[in-house]
Nanobody
Framework: QVQLVESGGGLVQPGGSLRLSCAAS????????MGWYRRAPGNQRELVAL???????RYAGSVKGRFTISRDNAENTVYLQMNNLRPEDTAVYYC??????????WGKGTQVTVSS
């Protein structure tokens, strides 16, 4: 099993920045994809960004050029650097890991609110 703990959410003004962290523990060696998803009120959960073993990254069109996903293997942590935040980025952000065998794991989420 894999345990994921997110941190770094908060309230920020439009145009501001936040960095989210996701610390992984447990069967880390089985992880081959880690990602960030978000769910805004009244919406379905959507993919924000993911990073595959080897460093390949993918982004949702709405965040491309503003968000950057990265991974520190030594710290077993994945980051999401979010710049030029917009009110529509307001959501609960969840960390996800996909492991060999097809199972995936979720963190409990961290709230990001973009408002003046």
């Amino acid at each position: 099993q894999v345990q994921l703990v997110e941190s770094g959410g908060g309230l920020v003004q439009p145009g501001g920045s936040l960095r989210l962290s996701c610390a992984a523990s447990g069967s880390i060696s089985t992880i081959y994809v880690m990602g960030w998803y978000r769910r805004a009120p009244g919406n379905q959960r959507e993919l924000v960004a993911l990073i595959i073993n080897g460093g390949t990254t993918r982004y949702a069109g709405s965040v491309k050029g503003r968000f950057t996903i990265s991974r520190d293997n030594a710290e077993n942590t994945v980051y999401l650097q979010m710049n030029n935040l917009r009110p529509e980025d307001t959501a609960v952000y969840y960390c996800n890991s996909l492991v060999t065998g097809g199972m995936d794991y979720w963190g409990k989420g961290t709230q990001v609110t973009v408002s003046s």
